[in-house]
């Protein structure tokens, strides 16, 4: 009774507060005070504008304009450096819940894609389609680089560059060969004419060295072979073209380059230490290079200056949609004003200024070469006399002037937001049959037949278009507009 | 008295309520929103269609679906089989009688559990690379002396895919690294409760250390093993960050990394299908929910029978 008593005292406070005891309410009343200092506490206010971009040499590059803008105009802008998944993320979270993000937004072109899956008028960027038309940056701009901005006829960025891809070889190695590149205009030319580059000079019965930087699970490599052999995913009007006959060709050729007696390709992943060291080391004379490569090999391995020089792409020739093209494209990146930053005609022309004042700068255009190595798509910019100064680095080339000259020739590609799943598909495709004939060289070598390869690319490129086609039929609100 | 009752029936829901509130609005209400998500095709709120059961069909005739099960359930079964023996033998070794500097020993085996995910995966990323990499060099190394005695070439090949035709292995032998020495723990604190009297009467009785092993230690350990193995298929069920990084962010050659959770990470995040993903959340849900109960269930029948 006395212990039932004591309980009761404890649980009625012996201050007379029901329940809890004096500690109890001091947590609560700390609570609530924190909680009202919170709620209250003013959020500060951004002044301007904000901008987002996920790059940091272009965020360096910008910032000298910026403060130009800023100075200048009445609006003034900040600039926001964010990692690209976390863009990514907020980006399309905003876009989806339609609620406010930044005022522009410089985006890659994978990650752009992603707003075109849905219905085009719920696209979360605005439509520059008129704007550009009715000033004429269609026309003054490199048409290609419009592409992966374009769902279903509209355009939703301005495009921040070119990326056409040259072929990079080790001028040391090649000359100290005596081959004469200039012999190369296919990819059998390729083979035929670098040929004696892969000698067995330690005896081991395997070559040294290969010619071509390409293996079967180099998804993006892949893609640049076929945009450049007029293959891909989606063609411009947006139907799927996976199981084309180009792409079949493209298919049954790399694996021949991989397996077999008459390989030529290995292995040297880009972006890795590992893949870095085996191209100083000579293990892969050729690799695929768009003009922002040139800028990485620079920094990333720096004891091949003087010793790498580039040529255009040999041509796919008979065979393919685009037998003749010596370039292609890889990557992109494109700069777009977000709906919810538009609440009036004047917010629009503002921000439209601000993104014709960083992007169609020619201070931009040769800060984007000096120091990314990157060529502009505005084409009033391409007779800087700077595209044609030679670099040291690609002993004494003028790398500018050569892609600018191939500029015209990259291949256009879709905005289709199936592009990512299409492609993984395909390399699925690749995997498959260039495993089967690493089987069929291990039991029998040297049987690989080309023909043979070509049907079964044919076949497994059927299997990956049906599968792309499951996921497109999904999709409810693209079927509807279609109707 | 009855003010005071049902004041103190109160108090506890008063304390409860932050948790509550938290639990309701975090993971009560996601719930609810991913069951009702996974019926839907949405495209942010302003577009949403009502699928029906639509989701769920498309994915048991989805191919993708059924290799990245296949996959998870391969790491799943490395989980148990390989990392469990490996974390039981170290634990049984540490235990073991007459063995100095065991609190050194387990801290070392303990180790690499404290490691980060993305540092473990960055790291064996590299090892396992193809020509460079530390396994394949050090296998190559090791082996050469192979060749050098049959005069044929039997030295590891530098170009073994490990990231390629075998990532399954490249990822168990990662998980093996990072985990054993976690689950050892468990295995650890099992052995050190097991009775001093019962060994030694099994001693006196003529069992050797293999019956003894499989007639006193594993009866002993069994509730213990049997909550390790559900942690163990829980956790490899949700396996996302190892191959996620390992394999540069995507399922690699074939599809041969790619896991139920990356998959619903790829459909969800990376195409944009909501819907999909949560009926693939859902999935993975019901899958888990079968483990759980079954090990309830057997867990419950052990003591039935006890």
New interface residues.
Partial sequence: MRRSQST?DH??GREGL???SFGGWLIVAIALVSTVLFAASPVPKQEGRSMWTFARMHWLMYQPMVEKWNAEQTTRVNMNLLSLPALERRM?GA????TPSADVIEVERKVAS?AF???LD?VGFVDLTDRLTSEGLLDGINAPSFSPWTSRGRVFGVPHDVHPVMLSYRADLVEAAGIDVSQIKTWDDFARVMKPLMADNDG??KPDRYLLNMW??H?EHLEVLLYQAGGGFFDESGHMVIDSPTNAHVLATVVSWCVGKDRIAA?APDF???GN??KADG?VVCTLMPDWMGDIWKHEIPQLTGKVKLMPLPAWGAGVAAPERRTSVWGGTMIGIPRTAVKSPQDFEDLWKFVKHLYLNDELARDLYRVGGIVTPVKAHWKDPIFDEPSAYFAGQAPGRMYINLAPQVPMRSSS??N??AR?RV??AL??IT?EAREQERAKPGSLNFDALLKRASEELRLAAK?VQ??ID????LKEESR | MAT?SS??R??PW?FLLPFLAVFATFTLYPLIRAMMLAGQ?T?????T?W?GG?NFA?LMN???FWTALKNTVVFTLGSVFVQLPVSLAMAMMLEAKGLRGKGVYRAILFAPSLVGVSFAAVLFA?MF?????LVNQGLHGATAWLSLLSGK?LAWSL?FGWL??HVMAALIVAALWMYAGFNMLFFSAALQNIRQDIKEAATVDGAGPVARFFHVTVPAIRPVAAFVVLLSIIGSFQLFELPYLMLNG??G???RGLTVVMYLYQVGF????LG?ASAIGWTLTLILLGFTIAQRMTARGEEVAR
């Avoid at chain 1, 876009?95 to 339609?98: M, P, R, V």
């Avoid at chain 2, 495209?43 to 577009?47: D, H, M």
């Avoid at chain 2, 990376?270 to 299908?273: A, H, L, Q, R, S």
Wanted: no cysteine.
């Fill in positions: 009761a649980e009625h029901p329940v809890l399309l876009f989806l819940s339609e992603r899956t849905g219905p719920a081991d019965g079967d699970t998804d292995d890795s230490a590992s060291k085996l293990y937001p199936y990512n799943f993984y390399q699925d995997v498959k495993e599968k499951v996921q999904r999709n409810v609100f | 005071l004041q103190t109160r108090a008063l095709q495209f942010g709120p302003g577009y269609k699928v639509s498309a989805d191919a993708l590299l690379e193809k020509r460079t990499g070439d170009d390629e035709q995507g399922a050659p074939n599809n990376e195409t944009g299908d999909y």
